[in-house]
């Protein structure tokens, strides 16, 4: 039988620090030297075993993104998101390769209304034993608005959001374009945090292996719709294109 829930360990999560709203809590990836299962270190990036693994049957991992607690995709140098990209997407698709697990995430959360409880700038990649997330997946949560597009690479706003509202798709159909990968991420990052949602502050990447293609999805997090929790409607906003060319204009 087809599992359809992530069971929560909420013994575990009781014990999990949260330091994204609260300054007052010591952050656990400032304190380097007290990091333990350290899977490999790359200069500031750091691939270790989630501490708190609340999910049950899974195999948790955490990518700490820099040594600098208030970092963000945002900000970072070019060639820092080119080197973080290339070593969490190395990692994830080792783990899917590895044929250990069913399927494999690979995600970030930032900000208070992301799901996350860590401000440390850090992604994740989970190793799903019985659950395949591709089941949840279909192509049209990727059609979308052209952004901008070159040789093996397409930014766009997605027309069939998956949640709701705005979605940026980044679709790669040629590995070798990682890099401008990197790049269209962190200027989407940029437009959220500055432009779309500057007062939550708040985004996920969801990455997804479908197909050929390497797909990331990049949502603005808010309070979410009722008519999703609810009754799993999403909407889509009426000024799409509005949007497109504002981008464009801002970073194209």
Not at 65 to 79: A, P, R
Not at 94 to 101: I, P, R, V
Not at 189 to 217: C, D, M
Request: proline share 4%; with cysteine.
């Amino acid at each position: 039988m087809k599992q359809t829930h992530l069971h929560f360990n909420m013994q575990i999560g009781r014990k999990k620090p949260v330091s994204v709203n609260n300054t007052e809590t010591a952050c656990p990836f400032c304190d380097r030297n007290s990091l333990t299962d350290v899977l490999e270190q790359r200069g500031s990036m750091i691939w270790l075993m989630n501490k708190f693994p609340v999910l049950e049957e899974t195999h948790q991992t955490v990518l700490i993104e820099t040594d600098e607690c208030q970092g963000d995709w945002s900000v970072y140098s070019k060639e820092h998101v080119r080197a973080l990209l290339a070593f969490g997407v190395e990692k994830w698709l080792e783990m899917e390769q590895s044929n250990s697990y069913r399927s494999v995430l690979f995600f970030k959360n930032h900000g208070p209304y992301s799901g996350g409880s860590i401000r440390h700038p850090h992604m994740q990649i989970v190793g799903l034993n019985d659950y395949n997330y591709l089941d949840q997946v279909k192509d049209s949560d990727f059609n979308g608005m052209t952004i901008d597009q070159e040789a093996g690479i397409e930014c766009n706003l997605s027309t069939h959001p998956r949640a709701g509202f705005f979605e940026y798709n980044v679709i790669l159909s040629d590995f070798d374009r990682l890099a401008k990968m990197a790049d269209y991420l962190q200027i989407l990052a940029h437009w959220i945090l500055t432009h779309v949602n500057p007062r939550n502050q708040s985004y996920n990447f969801f990455f997804y292996h479908w197909g050929e293609k390497l797909i990331a999805k990049v949502v603005p997090r808010f309070v979410t719709s009722p008519l999703y929790v609810g009754y799993s409607i999403p909407q889509v906003a009426n000024n799409l294109e509005d949007m497109v060319a504002e981008l464009q204009r801002r970073y194209f």
